[in-house]
């Protein structure tokens, strides 16, 4: 996400740092460009000029233009803005006092809303709460059948309701079932329409009276830009929604959505859908994601995504063995494993800071499929050619690609990418993720992933 936006935001601060002195011409020539590449991301008209005219008076300060770095204080400044627009901190859930909390999840039809339930609920329970998901579309065929599979692929109970079919007696009925059995959450998935209409908004107005909820969440579509924009303005106006779910924010969106909801509506965005799994839902953190739009990174979202999955005795393990400089091909093959349980490489890969070893990550494509090939590769090896790559000679490169069904250009291929990711893992480790490792603590003989 925000791939082309990032581009082009990097070009325009690379213009900026060659220039010796800030001059009113230079900032407003820097600025046509930021303005250009907002509107492009399909960002709301009035958050970029008011976005604009705020930068532009910072970036002219006597302070910042006689500055050592008057290029990087004007980065700064972008940056302090943006994350202005996008609502400055993350927005918690808020509960309720009373019994259980209810969360009301609105929105137009084909937004996503009966998989994002899914997926707040497995959120939900992954953070040791007891949620309860139930559908009250009784409109749509065979919706509350769809949010039931999804309850039992992610293990969380689902109310049926069988036999009830008005959206409110379904509601309240589920609320005092969840009271009963102990569920501390009860999700509400609402039904939808292709356009709002009086009809919907009823509906859902009666919903929230009757069921109080903490939350009135708005799932919106992410790919749909400002039109995202105009139903979370009219949502808000007409029920008071609380907070915004964006989906499909991995997928084509330019990204206008997610900068301009916030500064229209005043509502928080509260999570991104950044995948079509149910664990695909990330908190949206304004600073973080005005960092990756700035080919800064998002390191922090990285480490919380690796301390989730990443086993940290292997994890210390491979660090003294970076430093020591016996990182092995066995080493690497556990790597991958390991990186394919965080999700889809790219997408980690992205989260980096666009600069040294990391400059281009970002763009790298990797497939499932080639990881697989090369765990398959390293698999044909034996356990000495594994330990140390240097007696891979001729003849065993010819071996280990009969063994593994592949060429031996492609084994030459991995044993590339293996002194490549040596090297990218020993600068990340003596930088910002061996500072990370060095406050674990973990006691000797202890492991487990996500401990």
Known sequence: MFDALQDKFQRVFKNLRIQGILTEQVVDEALREVRLALLEADVNLKVVQDLLARVRVKALDEEVRSSLTPAQEVVRVVRDELIEVLGRDASPLASSREYPTVFLLVGLQGSGKTTTAGKV??????????????????????????????????????F?????????????????DAADRGHDTLIVDTAGRLHIDQELMDEVSELRTRLRPSEVLLVADAMTGQDAVRSAQEFHERLGTTGVILTKLDGDARGGAALSINYVTGQ???FVGVGEKYDALEVFYPDRIVSRILGMGDVLSLIEKAEQTIDKQKALEVHRKLQTDTFTLEDFRDQLRQMRRLGPMDEMLGMLPKVGIFKDAGKVRVEEKELIQIEAIIDSMTPQERSNHEIINGKRRKRIARGSGTSVQQVNQVLKQYFQMRKMMKSFSQNLLGKQLGRLKVPVGTGGAGA
């Open 268 to 270: 928080p965005i509260k």
């Open 160 to 176: 049926s309701g069988a036999g009830i079919v008005s959206p409110i007696e379904l509601a309240l009925a589920a609320r005092k």
């Open 121 to 158: 609920a497995l959120w939900l329970n992954k953070r040791k709460k007891r949620p309860m998901l139930v559908s009250t579309d009784v409109y749509r065929p065979a919706a509350r059948e769809q949010l039931a599979a999804i309850a039992k692929t992610i293990e969380v109970p689902f």
